[in-house]
C-alpha cells in the first residue's frame, strides 16, 4: 500500500477524516465498511487489508509523527466501541 494510493483515493486528505475512519474501523471486531461508501474498492475493505493500510501509516518514519498520532487516537476509540462513521466523517468526492 503507498501514499500515491491512498492520494489517488482521496483518503489521504486530513480533512476529509477517511484515513481516521478506517484507522477506527480497523480497531473494532467487526470490520464492517462500505468500500463505495468511501470511494475505494470493496477488496480493500476486509480486515486483512484495513489492518495493512493503517499499518503502512503507522509504522512509515517518512510521516509526520502529528499525524500517526491522530491514527492511533482514532484505532483506539474504534477498539473502544465508538461509533467511527460518527466520530470521522468521510468525504471523498465521487470522480467519473
Known sequence: MSKRYLEAAGLWK??????????????????HLDG?????????T?????????NFVLENGYIEEARRDRLRAAREVGRGGGDC????KCVVPIIM
Do not use: W
Not at 462513521?85 to 470521522?88: F, G, L, M, T
Open 46 to 54: 476486509g480486515p486483512d487489508a484495513l489492518a495493512a493500510m493503517v
Open 85 to 88: 462513521k460518527k466520530e470521522y
Open 36 to 44: 463505495l461508501e468511501i470511494g475505494i474498492p470493496d477488496a480493500l
Open 14 to 31: 486530513e480533512e476529509n477524516g477517511c484515513l481516521r475512519q478506517l484507522a477506527c474501523v480497523s480497531g473494532t471486531k467487526k470490520y
